[in-house]
């Protein structure tokens, strides 16, 4: 991330979503945005406005003169915007064809459509922002409760980099004092500084395992918690989703066998973020269809961090249902007795000797003791991760595989050392621990890496 700006062509893109809007933002950025801009402007000069100020005028093709919409223009001079490069924001009245015809004439007069996270992209490149910053861009996007919002606010405030960059200037420090060593040995340098070395391997292996431990709720709260909701045949999992959900996605019937595919709905139950997958309700069956649906409902209770497991009160416990119970016993789980209005033949003493798990008798049907469910959740969530406060967190697989990696680095290098491997041997996987944090933050990053993260961006950001 060097200082000096890269000079790039002028993209543009369409900021808001596409549809009818109050108003939508097309956005501009490079080295000729207002130039561009100034074109089609019809208003003040752009050219000579200051940096951060808005104006009211028109667009206007210059090919037939024609106007195409009142707008207001922002105009924001490199070097202290998003991109570090000149940005011009068009906010036009929302809807998709006039936006898309600013866009249109944006690029016939010099402008390059952007490619998807490209803005953010040039924040990175220019070295506004680091990698876990941009990543913390998306998150902020697709946050989908305010906790998770938050952790990504503190994330592109810059708390992961800090403390990643932190653990990186340590090892470096340790290894600038290696390079004096080795240039002026002396008698028992090499011990002293294989003894410093050691103590900053595991400092910074702390450090690493600290947020590691933040990871499992960070990706929660991004990804939301993969639960389950796992049952026989019409004992109501699909009514337990919609309920949850305050929807009817999945289809209600009294029919067995009415869920034959798995359906995956993103919920926030009292604050907890959940990606709720409905099941096909297992049990042996010879129809075709089913048979796969029984299938996935296998595969997604393997991949579930919570199981909601469903049990018809009504009747008495059956032999299905104990081959579920068992199925389930390694996850973290809550057991709901559905369809108490109908009688209860299981009592939750028994459930909860049985299944060793929170049991919550309830009917889905009247709405009744729901509300102990979302409390059980928000109990189970809360209760098994540490650190609940703590605003600076790993939050995907890419920032939580690269620790793991530079923590066996540094593993590596105590080992070594310990078993007399000489220093400037040892000193290759200290080198490479610095190398992976760095990947982190992306200041070492091969390009196509980087070209991969910022395409999976929305077009516009
Ligand atoms: N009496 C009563 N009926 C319920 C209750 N919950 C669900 N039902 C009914 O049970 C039937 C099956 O409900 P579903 O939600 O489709 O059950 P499912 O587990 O998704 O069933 P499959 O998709 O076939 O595996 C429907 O007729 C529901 O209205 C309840 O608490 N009490
Ligand atoms: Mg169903």
């Known amino acids: 991330m060097g200082q000096t700006l890269t000079e790039f062509d002028t993209i543009a893109a369409i900021s808001t979503p596409i549809g009818e809007g109050g108003i939508s933002i097309v956005r501009m950025s490079g080295e000729d945005a207002v130039k561009i801009a100034n074109v089609v402007f ?4 752009l050219l000579k406005v200051p940096s951060h100020t808005i104006h009211y005028g028109h667009i206007v093709d210059p090919e037939d003169a024609q106007i195409v919409d009142e707008v207001m223009v922002s105009v924001m001079l490199a070097p202290k915007t998003f991109t570090r490069e000149n940005i011009v924001e068009i906010n036009c009245h929302g809807g998709i064809v006039v936006t898309n015809r600013i866009l249109q004439i944006l690029l016939k007069n010099g402008a390059r459509m952007a490619e998807p996270g490209e ?8 070295g506004r922002i680091d990698l876990t910053q941009a990543e913390s861009v998306m998150d902020i996007v697709r946050a989908k409760t305010d906790r998770a919002r938050q952790v990504a606010e503190a994330q592109l405030e810059g708390g992961l980099l800090e403390k990643v960059q932190a653990m990186r200037q340590d090892i470096l420090d340790t290894l600038a004092n290696v390079e004096v060593n080795i240039d002026y040995p002396e008698y028992d340098a ?9 103590k900053v391997a595991e400092a910074v292996g702390d450090q690493i395992d600290d947020l590691l431990s933040t990871a499992a709720e960070g990706t929660a709260l991004r990804n939301g918690l993969a639960t389950a909701i796992i049952g026989q045949p019409n004992v109501g999992k699909s009514s337990l989703l919609n309920y949850l959900t305050q929807s009817d996605t999945a289809i209600v019937t009294d029919v067995a066998g009415t869920t034959r595919d798995t359906l995956e709905e993103f919920v926030a139950v009292k604050g907890v973020p959940l990606k709720l997958i409905d099941t096909a309700g297992i049990r042996q069956t010879d ?3 089913e048979k796969i649906g029984v299938e996935r409902s296998k595969k997604a209770l393997n991949k579930a961090d919570l199981v909601l497991l469903l049990l018809d009160a009504s009747k008495e416990l059956s032999a299905a249902d104990t081959a579920l119970i068992e199925a389930t016993a390694d996850k973290k789980r809550i057991v709901l007795l559905n369809k108490i209005d109908l009688g209860q033949k299981i009592s939750v003493a028994e459930a909860k000797k049985l299944t060793n798990s929170t049991v919550i008798a309830a009917s889905i049907l009247r709405k009744e003791n729901l509300d102990e469910l979302k409390e059980a959740i928000k109990t189970l969530f809360f209760n098994g991760i540490e650190n609940s406060n703590e605003q600076i967190m790993v939050t995907n697989q890419r920032q939580v595989g690269l620790l793991e990696k530079a923590k066996r680095q540094l593993q590596d290098v105590v080992q070594a050392l310990r078993a007399g491997v000489p220093i400037d041997l040892a000193q290759i996987d200290f080198n490479g621990a610095w190398d992976t944090l760095g990947e982190i933050t992306g200041e070492s990053s091969p390009d196509e890496l980087i070209n991969q993260l910022f395409s999976q961006f929305c077009l516009g950001k």
Do not use: C, L, P, S
């Open 190 to 198: 090499d011990k002293v500084t294989g003894e410093q070395m050691i």
């Open 42 to 45: 019809k208003g003040k000069n």
């Open 119 to 126: 803005f953010t992209k040039r924040a990175f490149v220019n």
């Open 287 to 289: 129809n075709k269809v």
